[in-house]
Each structure stands twice: as structure tokens, then as C-alpha cells.
């Protein structure tokens, strides 16, 4: 699975759109782009998926380049609980399963 | 959505005793479970890919013998870490696949901790 790069960190004012970068430059054709994010002693939660098109749910948008080399994940109006560290994993559906972590990045969203 | 429900949320115990920890798939079942590591102010490391009716499949550098795993049925799989020292301490966290085309959904975590 192709390897990704987040800052590791960000701070966000509360209210205001929280725009998280993810560089994966040797992704390949067939790897989706996941985001997940883990709130202090929580477990990782899911928030969205995307391979090509930008995707939008009801937690967040992600953004895909055309060239697929990076992404952006869009909260769209940040506010105190979505303080967490957010991860940006790369994998490929049927051919593993595994997810494997990075560092992440960690999203601080302030009053 | 998908819930995934991991017990116990913690536990305390002393050196030389075996623990084990479930996990399990509420309202789906699970063709894949996986098991992760996570220490202080680290990311999550993967320990082992299990499936139901199968062998684990452990990480390099995973001891199987030391942290076994069992997945009876679509909706359940258990760790269990055997005669457990101050070392194994950590957050164990467990979570589980409805489909390959689906995300993994994860509990809410173990924090184990060795005296």
C-alpha cells in the first residue's frame, strides 16, 4: 500500500472549515484514499472514502487532485469535539484488508 | 451505522495472569477481524488479521503464542494475552469488516495495564 504524509499538527477556530492535507504521491490506480480520526482513548472512527471523484457525507467532504497524488478531507464548520488526530490511509479493497497507520495528523479546533 | 463493541474497557491485573478481551460486531457480521496496539502518543500498530473458522494471521514481530486469537463466529473474536507482564501493558483495539469494499469499523479499545 502506498504511503501517505499529514502535518502533524493544526489548530482550527471553532466554526470555521477545517482543511486537512494528505500527500500520497505513489498511490496507485487502483487504492482508495481513507480518512479516519481518533478521539483521545477512543477507538478510530471512519468518516469517508474516495478513489477518484470527491465525496461528500454527512461528517465531511474529501477532495481528490486529479492526478490522485494528494487529497484534502473538508470539516466543513469545525467545532470543539472534532479535536482528534486524523489519519489518511491507502489501501486496495480485495487485494488486503489491512489498514496501516501513519502518524497523522492532529487537529486542534479552538473556541 | 456499524457498531463494533470491544469488552472489557479496562482492566488491571497482575503479572503473570491471562486476559482476554472480546470484540464483537452488533449489528453486522464480520468476514475479517483485525487486532491493533496502540502505545502512549503512537499511532496503532496492527497485530493480526483474523477471520472466522481460520488461523490468525499475525504481524511480523507478533508473538502468536503470546497473544492468541480466536474467532469462533462471524460476530465474535477474542484476544487473549497470556501470562501478561508490565511490558504488554497498552491499548488494545479491535476492529471488524462487514465486506472488502466496506471500512473497517472499530471498537472503543482496551486499556490494559500489568502491576
Known amino acids: 500500500d502506498a504511503k501517505t504524509t499529514q502535518p502533524t499538527s493544526m489548530d482550527c477556530a471553532e466554526g470555521r472549515a477545517a482543511n486537512l492535507p494528505c500527500n500520497h504521491s505513489t498511490i496507485s490506480g487502483n487504492e482508495y484514499v481513507y480518512w479516519y480520526r481518533q478521539i483521545h482513548s477512543q477507538g478510530p472512527q471512519y468518516i469517508i472514502h474516495?478513489?477518484?471523484n470527491n465525496e461528500t457525507n454527512e461528517m465531511a467532504s474529501l477532495i481528490i487532485t486529479e492526478d490522485r497524488k494528494s487529497s484534502t478531507l473538508i470539516l466543513p464548520h469545525a467545532t470543539l469535539r472534532d479535536t482528534a488526530v486524523y489519519y489518511c490511509i491507502v489501501r486496495v479493497p480485495y487485494n488486503t484488508d489491512k489498514l496501516i497507520f501513519g502518524t497523522g495528523t492532529r487537529l486542534q479546533v479552538f473556541p | 451505522g456499524a457498531v463494533v463493541s470491544q469488552h472489557p474497557s479496562r482492566v488491571i491485573c497482575k503479572s503473570g495472569t491471562s486476559v482476554k478481551i472480546e470484540c464483537r460486531s452488533l449489528?453486522?457480521?464480520?468476514?475479517?477481524m483485525f487486532w491493533y496496539r496502540q502505545f502512549p502518543k503512537q499511532s496503532l500498530m496492527l497485530m493480526a488479521t483474523s477471520n472466522e473458522g481460520s488461523k490468525a494471521t499475525y504481524e511480523q514481530g507478533v508473538e502468536k503464542d503470546k497473544f492468541l486469537i480466536n474467532h469462533a463466529s462471524l460476530t465474535l473474536s477474542t484476544l487473549t494475552v497470556t501470562s501478561a507482564h508490565p511490558e504488554d501493558s497498552s491499548f488494545y483495539i479491535c476492529?471488524?469488516?462487514?465486506?472488502?469494499?466496506?471500512?473497517?469499523?472499530f471498537g472503543d479499545g482496551t486499556r490494559l495495564s500489568i502491576l
Open positions: 449489528d453486522f457480521q464480520a468476514t475479517t
Open positions: 476492529s471488524a469488516l462487514r465486506g472488502r469494499d466496506q471500512p473497517q469499523h
Open positions: 474516495g478513489l477518484k
